[in-house]
């Protein structure tokens, strides 16, 4: 590993992409090693959904990990996001703690929310992670409201706003980019795209070709890139937060990606083909295409990424033996924080 | 029409409710999201997509509030449209149109247009879905004149209240327990009403009534049965609706058994019990009582993600147990 | 009048603006008629709001009577509408009679509404009028709704849907034009842009320069007409709802107009200047416009208007002392209408 | 401070208090609909613009729903929004921003982050607005856990309790009675907070007790004054806060007087009245009763247009007059 060097990134600026001009070795391998995390992560929670550790319903991002990387690599700690049901991956990307996310899962009290948010409410408040949210398009004003907080505090933070294609018919969406745009706040509206809400194509439900068609609508710039790519997704992520944190305003940025899995637990997949699927999985896993690349450019060899993989399995299963020893929140407290304890 | 009676559960019960409705009546039709191929959030419509084709069970975009706003124009200009909210709690989203629109639409033109209008809401706790989809809004919505709300407790009644719904010339908003989807009961086949507005009696009892909504009617009936081990024998008044609630029934109970539990899930403060509660100690039947009336509801919280605290938040069958012994042994 | 043809409007097709090619000058003189019907009309309401006659509060049209007419005008008598706040102007133009209007508004049983309604709820069912909205963009969803009944109906109905500058930053009006838009329903959205959503400007309320650019969000087209030109709105209306009566979906048309009075009866009208309200008054009156344009394509003389403004004077007039004479509704019977009675 | 005792109007006592808020937090701000230049639709931000700045009274987009979340993601990163609805109807329109975002956010992330936000909702009817613009919907924030409701009805409350909601961690909702904001009443200057949650004795009496909210606590003091020339003597406790309700102040009275009227102008089914009315039936006050718990409310109808038509759908003084003279001499 520490032999690769950025040497050849710098020897040819015009074709590198420019993940490998922007970020360094260690970097762009943290890069990985989060896009695994997230991955196994996933994997980690349906496998205990399956066998009953965990209850309810969850959200699985497995095959959007470039996006979630690319949007929050740009950013500072202090920076803020808002995410969506489906977002153990922006939580990993913003920096939050594996072992503290399943432990959440697993209903804990050393959970991210002490055992009272669970998946869909995953958050981390010390990184910038406003939580996710349940309800579709239901982050998008607050995210406005801390790049407001932001503007008010002339803090210079950025807020990112993560949501779905399927969030971009709800009249949230519409409200908050126009006042983002009239206040030219310093937000970055991300539309993960991945085809579907639930069932429903965006062709289906949506009346433009391109989410990012609508940001004209607004007077802010719309962005289309490959979601799937971690350079092109931090490239746009990039030139969208300095344009926000320069007082310009809000961007869109359409995302194109796909989940391989089901909406959610409860999924038969009945409105997409396995074809469909399959392509994606094999011609266009975000994690592949990164492998490929730091291969390509030098960062990492075969070695170097088995080494990431390696410490990402333990840092799995250390993490979920955490969850697992971790105490249940005593039923006796159900009603802590419903309000804020006030001093005596 | 064939009454033979079978087993079905409550989510085949509503679906056979509207297939016979899409069947009988060309103004009906179905929308909300993923109804179609999904078949529902909750498989409620299941295959009728398939029957009856994506012009009449339309799956909508993720836009509440015009979904239904859509649905309401649709109900003022010949149709009998059926809506579903994925979960109750995305009725926060479209409450301008339930409330504002189609529950005062008639009254504010005079009566010069009705708002045939069914909206169905899945609703209440116990899936692990924390906060923003666990949520018991009934009450809300039984605090609007020009709705009536319903709450049916069997598959027999869902069915039976949804084809009701369906006739009647005002929105009607119908509250499906979402643990309730799975339960099993005798349902005729062909098309049946039962009346809205009417409280149903689930049993007879001496001691003390218990007035109790969906889910709440099958746990009330559980906890009887360990009462009446002890001697304690409880009548059990399933409301069905809540607004216009059945005062009668109610009052009659009560005079009867002279002491009054209500349950239901709903956070306790405001809940329907605040109502059934007021409701009878304004009625005559506050003379005929020997005790407090009492509430078991939902806690004063949201609901939490971990298993154990959800169940610890709403009334559980131990709960009415222990309510209704001391209510009839005067321990308090 | 008699004498007057439409013999020069037909020998200079290609001058003649679309409405005195379009329409008999039977026609044409009924537009004048309710032009100035909408604004006796609307001051007869304001003087007896001043005499105490009538309570609440309304909200006047003055200004915009050409957008009303011109929208209205290609509509059959069962196309439908659903209208605003300010929607007096709407409810005249599709027909309803101005004594059951004074009625309404003065709180009799012979009113519209039967004296439940008032001013914000004015509707005349009977003539396709689906009401007005005391929610800004309440009526965008419901006219939605009404076309597709029309859809499913096939009944060949076409929804005028009103609104204001203001209501198109809510969410409803995304939501609505989207579903309006991926279903091919035969609606037309028109947008009154009067500049101010009571005091706050488009400018500073709305990211975009003209509300008719939000129609390329949802792949609609978008049209900028005169507000106060009749003739520009007929034709722009004549398109959009011959386009939705082929089924070929929605437009939205922004109808650029002004308010002469203030936003409702408790205005101070501290956001704008005197100058910019007397410009309108002075050189963009829309019936003063539409009065020269009679006289120039020879519908018209000075007589033939001072004959319709006459025959408006005494429709008002009866129409005030209908609403007078009328019967204040029982106050037993406040709970009338809350459900539909059912025949026993 | 000064305490000098000056006459205000309910409104200006609000502005006063929103004006000593924006001094003394620079983490406070306004917003809302035509707060601005216009001075606010029932002009109670009047010229707070001019001495503020447009950047801390901001006039919004007429987008509710969208500004009621920015209120509630300002609120969860350092400030302090004062979020005005321009009639409580609109809130139609935020509920899912306000139920499922605001009160719950603190609960769901597991005491991380708190929102104090403060909402405020002219509300009521009386002013010929109609349905739309017209109801009281405090019982359905009542209904909520997670947020602190309140109801002001003096002037000297207005300031006081927005006051105490400014300082509150957690969302606060106050309801204003549209036909107070020209009450006048003796207001100190300064600041001074009056507390979320205590109920206040208006008036003392021995014969029955009125629990009173908003604008029908002005309108029982009338009533009481007429009963007292009847020698029937009525003792008025001004709920003030909603949620959490003061139930000791409650059980006390009525454990005094043994009688209980519950007054409010919100639709009677579910509106406050029927959880005050069960609290007490429920409590320990229970067997100091002398009659049934009767309840004043709101007809069970939108509010209609004609003046006269709208005066008889909600309380008015003979009403209360009447109901206490039946609850006193057990007419009923
Ligand atoms: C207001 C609201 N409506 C509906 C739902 C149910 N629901 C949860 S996720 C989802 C699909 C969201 O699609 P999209 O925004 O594209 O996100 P994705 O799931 O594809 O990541 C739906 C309909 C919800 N949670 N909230
Ligand atoms: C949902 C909602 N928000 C706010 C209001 C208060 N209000 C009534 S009319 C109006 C301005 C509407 O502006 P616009 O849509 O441009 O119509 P205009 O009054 O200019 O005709 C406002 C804010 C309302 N009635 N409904
Ligand atoms: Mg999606
Ligand atoms: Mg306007």
Known sequence: MKNESKSKAKSEPANVPFAFRAYSPEQLRDVLRKMYLIRRFEEG???????????????????QEASALGICMPLKSDDQITSTHRGHGHCIAKGAQVDRMFAEFFGKTTGYCKGRGGSMHIADVSQGNLGANGIVAGGIPIAVGAALSAKMQKNGKVVICFFG????????????????????????????????????????STAVANIADRAAGYSMPGVIVDGNNFSAVAEASSAAIERARRGEGPTLIESKTYRHRGHSKSDRNRYRTKEEIDEWKELRDPIALFESELRQFGILNDAGIEEVRASVEKEIADAIQFAKDSPMPNTGAALDYVYTELPQ | MNSAVRELTYSQAIQEAMAIALESDPRVFLMGEDIGV???????????????GSDRVIDMPISELGGAGLAVGAAMTGMRPIFEFQFSDFATLAMEQIVNQAAKMRFMLGGEVSVPLVMRFPAGSGTGAAAQHSQSLEAWLAHVPGLKVIQPATPHDAKGLLLAAVQDPDPVMIFEHKLLYKVKGPVPEGHYTVPIG???????????????TSIMVQKSLKAAEILQTEGIDVEIVDLRTIRPIDRETVINSVKKTTRLLCVYEAVKTLGIGAEISAMVAESEAFDYLDAPIMRLGGADSPIPYNPELEKSVVPQVPDIVAGIRNLVQGRR
Not at chain 1, 45 to 63: K, N, P, Q, V, W
Not at chain 1, 169 to 192: D, Q, R
Not at chain 2, 198 to 212: L, N, Q, S
Request: aromatic share 8%; charged share 20%.
């Open chain 2, 38 to 52: 999904y078949g529902g959030a909750f498989q409620v419509t299941g295959d009728l997509v398939e029957r009856f």
């Open chain 2, 198 to 212: 009417k409280a149903e009696i689930r049993r007879m009892g001496r001691d003390a009534t218990i007035v109790a």
């Open chain 1, 45 to 63: 929670a349906e496998d205990s959904y399956t066998r009953g550790l965990i209850h309810g319903t969850m959200h699985l991002s497995i095959g």
């Open chain 1, 165 to 204: 294609d399927g969030a971009n018919n709800e009249g949230a969406f519409h409200e908050s980019l126009n006042m983002a745009s009239i206040w030219k706040l310093p937000v970055v509206f991300v539309c993960e795209n991945n085809g579907y809400g639930m069932s429903t194509s965006t062709a289906r």
